[in-house]
């Protein structure tokens, strides 16, 4: 159990960095609100016979009930509605605007470079708004989290472009940002202790919700159906939707939302090796350099020192 909890961010750093590998996949096949709804969907009919299976509970709120002038009262019990409705925005923001938001750039022009690059800076935005959730950050946490983010633009800098990307491609970028930045410190905030059934259902049932009519009303919704469509599919399903998303739960609940939100560093050039092994890829030096750098300023961030010695 120990290895597993210490290994947990490095799992999910890898899970995670395979969304790009799977857009790679999916978006020739499927517009990109049209897959996400597939996905949150095809995610909701996994996760729906588990929760039966294994009567899962939903959420209850313990109260005491009865008549003020009398001695005995009666223990009720209710769902937990606003820890559901917590969830669900939760979920809005994290799935539904950050991914489509991202996906939808990517598809519409923005250099993948670019987009990881903007979306990067998820990190600083949550240590200037760490305080809502109660977290200091030190000094040296944000000298580790200024190392990560220009890690990531070496990482990107042969990838990222602005000629012919208009301002409504870069607003999609920007509004990913802000999305997965706020989705993060209002789930640390508002609702980080479920179940992680429960949790998914919610928030997944709450993105399909979302982003079900704005495909219907902004795509064509034809899936291209092969291989690679199934494939990336499946993945999305049960790799990112279920497990990564699920670890990203436990870090949540585990640990500091600046500490999390780190992470998202080592994903680009995570995800660049992926591109190099899987597509051949060009893997320049300065790539190579960036990595090193992104990984020391996460290290910096993550890093327990030890509490001094009161003897």
């Not at 990109?32 to 949150?40: A, D, S, V």
């Not at 585990?254 to 992470?263: C, D, F």
Request: hydrophobic residues 55%; aromatic residues 10%; charged residues 10%.
């Amino acid at each position: 159990m120990a290895i597993w909890t210490a290994t947990m961010p490095w799992w999910f750093v890898l899970i995670w960095s395979t969304g790009f590998i799977v857009a790679k996949y999916g978006m020739p096949n499927a517009e990109p609100l049209t897959f996400l709804t597939w996905r949150y969907g095809c995610t909701l009919v996994v996760m729906l016979p588990i929760m039966w299976l294994t009567r899962t509970p939903w959420p209850m709120r313990h109260g005491l009930e009865g008549n003020v002038r009398e001695v005995t009262t009666v223990r009720a019990e209710r769902i937990d509605w606003p820890l559901i409705a917590h969830l669900a925005i939760s979920g809005i923001l994290i799935q539904a605007v950050y991914l489509g938001g991202v996906w939808a750039a990517i598809k519409h022009g923005a250099p993948a470079g670019l987009a990881a690059l903007i979306v990067g800076i998820q990190p600083l935005l949550t240590a200037l708004f760490a305080r809502v959730v109660g977290e200091p950050v030190s000094r040296r946490q944000w000298l580790g989290l200024l190392c990560g983010f220009i890690g990531v633009g070496l990482v990107v800098a042969n990838k990222v472009g602005v000629r012919g990307v208009g301002v409504g491609v870069i607003a999609l970028c920007v509004l990913s940002l802000v999305a997965i930045t706020a989705g993060t410190l209002y789930q640390k905030r508002f609702c980080s202790h479920f179940d992680l059934r429960v949790g998914t259902v919610v928030q997944f049932g709450a993105a399909f919700l979302v982003t079900l009519p704005a495909a219907w009303a902004l795509e064509t919704m034809q899936v291209r159906w092969n291989a690679e469509m199934i494939g990336a599919l499946a993945w999305s399903v049960l790799a990112l939707s279920i497990g990564a998303i699920s670890l990203l739960f436990l870090l949540i609940r585990r640990g500091a939302a600046t500490k999390v939100s780190s992470l998202m560093y080592l994903t680009p050039p995570t995800t660049a090796v992926m591109a190099w092994l899987l597509f051949g890829e060009t893997l320049s030096p300065l790539s190579a350099a960036g990595m090193i750098v992104a990984a020391l300023g996460v290290a910096l961030v993550i890093e327990r020192r030890a509490a001094p010695s009161t003897s």
